[in-house]
Structure formats: structure tokens, C-alpha cells
Nanobody, 122 residues
């Protein structure tokens, strides 16, 4: 079992920044790739960014590339998502997930956190 706990969400104005954190605990000896997804009301969960177990491989959704940065601190067992130049349409619950696969498909993720709300005001 792997436990994931997100934090760092909040209310920010258009163009603002936030840093989300995902604390990873439990069976961390397994090599899980970590991803961030978001889900707005009435919409499907959407891929945002992913980082591999070693922390040296990343990829991003086209809509966030250049504005969001994913990173992981293996010492602290934490994965971060730095969000910059936020837009109102990016208001959503942001989730971190753990997957054995290098995948942007939410169905391939084995574990999820409870999510953290990000609200971008216009």
C-alpha cells in the first residue's frame, strides 16, 4: 500500500502561483512513477504532469508546459507541482497519483490522494 497526501492548494488570482506537495508514504520501496492530475466539476480527470521514480524524467500536458514544474525530493518522499501564471479555467481539484507505468492515463494509476482544491479568481 502507498499513501498519498496532497497539500498547498488555495485561492489565487489570475496570473498567480502556487506550489502543491504530495507526501508519499507506505510501500515506497516499489518503483512508482508519480503524476499530477486535475478534475474540474462535471469534467473528467485530466493529466497535468508526470515524473519518473528516479526524478530525472518528466512530461507535461501541452496546456501547462512551460508554466508548471513537477519535481520530487526522494529524501522527503515528496512530489511537488509548481504552478505559475494560473488561469481561471485551471480551477479544479488537483490529485497526485502513483503508477507502475509511465502513463498519462488515469486508469493505470494504482493509488490516489484525496486531492487539494485550487481556485483561480478572475
Amino acid at each position: 500500500q502507498v499513501q498519498l497526501v496532497e497539500s498547498g492548494g488555495g485561492l489565487v488570482q489570475t496570473g498567480g502561483s502556487l506550489r502543491l506537495a504530495c507526501a508519499v508514504s507506505g510501500r515506497t520501496s516499489s518503483s512508482y512513477n508519480m503524476g499530477w492530475f486535475r478534475q474540474a466539476p462535471g469534467k473528467e480527470r485530466e493529466f497535468v504532469a508526470q515524473i519518473n521514480w528516479g526524478g530525472d524524467g518528466t512530461r507535461y500536458a501541452h496546456s501547462v508546459a512551460g508554466r508548471f514544474t513537477i519535481s520530487r525530493d526522494k529524501t522527503k518522499s515528496t512530489v511537488y507541482l509548481q504552478l505559475t501564471t494560473l488561469k481561471p479555467e485551471e480551477t479544479a481539484v488537483y490529485y497526485c497519483g502513483a503508477s507502475r507505468y509511465w502513463s498519462i492515463d488515469a486508469r493505470t494509476y494504482d493509488y490516489w490522494g484525496q486531492g487539494t482544491q485550487v481556485t483561480v479568481s478572475s
